[in-house]
């Protein structure tokens, strides 16, 4: 149900998720408080467990479970599963199952992050609500079926395991280091990586340009790329979802396909799948 500006007010089986709202509210709260309590140390704690958690978001969490772009070793495949929770962005079973359905209703109404209800809803406000018809488990599973099957990868989907993970890291980087270091390693990095992630699903269905004529609005956003390990090349990758690299032009900088291309050389990433050769 669109308003006249081409904005969408909720539908009618979505319900605002006062503990989403309440976490996301505080998180951003305790990463402005920890931008006033620097150290050199809390910076590389925000740097590792940035590229660590958003590698598992990239590596593990998309192309490698939702796309199925790759093959690993099983134990690789629970590394970046455990990497990717750490992001706090869902379970990897929610999370696999929801992109599953952006790509399948890309920029219409079943889109969780539909970029024609608007910049703010697509960027934030759809992690607000609560809507059965891409949040119930059977919904998820009907999506994921791969991960819900594999009985660690469920495990990791549970939300005591979620909240577990994030307060162990937490509770260590705080008794070895010092509180600063636990903001930064913390809530500092979840809201700067939130954002970079929710760029992807706003600032790349909106502005950049296009290798491919598609049929919804994701465009590549060059300076989306960088600060997500190449995701932001989303027109590139709405074109062929099922390979793994996301630049296709020499200098479309992709770290995620690095990484891929790195396991590959040493004999851990196999069966990978490439795009046809881009033509002008």
């Known amino acids: 149900m669109k308003t006249n500006k081409g904005r969408a007010a909720p539908n009618e089986s979505e319900e605002l998720d006062w503990g989403i709202i309440v976490f996301l509210t505080v998180a951003h709260i305790l990463a402005i408080v920890g931008l006033f ?3 050199w140390k809390a910076l590389a704690a925000f740097a590792i467990f940035y590229v660590i958690s958003g590698m598992g978001i990239t590596f593990g969490f998309h192309r490698l479970f939702t796309h199925r772009s790759f093959k690993v070793p099983k134990w690789i495949e629970y590394v970046a599963a455990f990497a990717g929770t750490l992001a706090l962005q869902g379970s990897v079973l929610q999370w696999v ?4 359905m952006h790509h399948a209703f890309s920029d219409a109404t079943r889109d969780p992050h539909d970029s024609s209800r608007g910049f703010w809803f697509s960027h934030l406000f759809w992690t607000c609500y609560n809507d059965p018809g891409r ?9 994921a079926r791969d991960i819900a099957a594999d009985r660690v990868l469920l495990f990791m989907s549970h939300d005591a395991f979620l909240i577990g993970a994030q307060l162990a890291l937490g509770t260590a980087l705080w008794y070895f280091f010092g509180v600063e270091v636990m903001l930064w390693g913390i809530f500092v ?3 700067a990586l939130y954002h970079a992630t929710w760029f992807v699903n706003s600032a790349a269905h909106l502005w950049g340009y296009r290798n491919y004529e598609v049929g919804d609005r994701a465009t590549n956003c060059w300076w989306v790329g960088l600060i997500t390990f190449g995701e932001g ?3 590139n990758h709405h074109a062929f979802s099922n ?12 770290t995620t396909w690095m990484l891929i291309k790195t396991l590959s050389w040493v004999g851990l990433a196999r069966d990978i799948k490439l795009p046809p050769p881009y033509k002008s």
Do not use: C
């Not at 949040?135 to 999506?143: C, I, M, S, T, Y």
């Not at 390979?243 to 032009?249: D, F, I, K, L």
């Open 243 to 254: 390979v793994a690299p996301a630049g296709h032009r020499w200098w479309e900088i992709d």
């Open 189 to 191: 990095r979840l809201v």
């Open 37 to 39: 309590n620097f150290s």
């Open 233 to 235: 090349w989303h027109n």
């Open 97 to 100: 199952a929801h992109h599953r």
């Open 135 to 143: 949040d119930d488990f059977a919904v998820q599973k009907k999506f």
